[in-house]
């Protein structure tokens, strides 16, 4: 019953800015990790930010710190990525994920070697 829906990809120019949600139904999330990764074509899928269960801590991939943003509003059960200075090579299928009952503050890609749920995911496409 548990689902994680994706929102708020699309297209935009090299610079522009996007603002991704994933919306946690069937449950509340608020003692879970929360990740983002994304898989461009031919390649494998990628980790991208987490955070813990508090928003306390979180963790970027080399590739987006000082771009991106993840942030999380336990109440409405959703999380969020906040993309700016968009490139071409963001260009992928960015996905949620979710860890259940997990208490570390680290929130690295480790973290999310078990995943117990995942997004559909929402396309992100950037022109140069």
């Known amino acids: 019953q548990v689902q994680l829906v994706e929102s708020g990809g699309g297209a935009v120019q090299a610079g522009g800015s996007l603002r991704l949600s994933c919306a946690v139904s069937g449950r509340t999330f608020s003692s879970d990790a929360m990740g983002w990764f994304r898989q461009a074509p031919g390649k494998e899928r990628e980790f991208v930010a987490g955070i813990s269960w508090s928003g306390a801590n979180t963790y970027y991939a080399d590739s987006v710190k000082g771009r991106f943003t993840m942030s999380r509003d336990n109440a409405k059960n959703t999380v969020y990525l906040q993309m700016n200075s968009l490139k071409p090579e963001d260009t992928a299928v960015y996905y949620c994920?979710?860890?259940?009952?997990?208490?570390?503050?680290?929130?690295?890609?480790?973290?999310?070697?078990?995943?117990?749920?995942w997004g559909q995911g929402t396309q992100v496409t950037v022109s140069s």
């Open positions: 994920a979710a860890n259940q009952n997990y208490y570390s503050s680290y929130v690295g890609p480790s973290a999310f070697t078990r995943v117990d749920y």
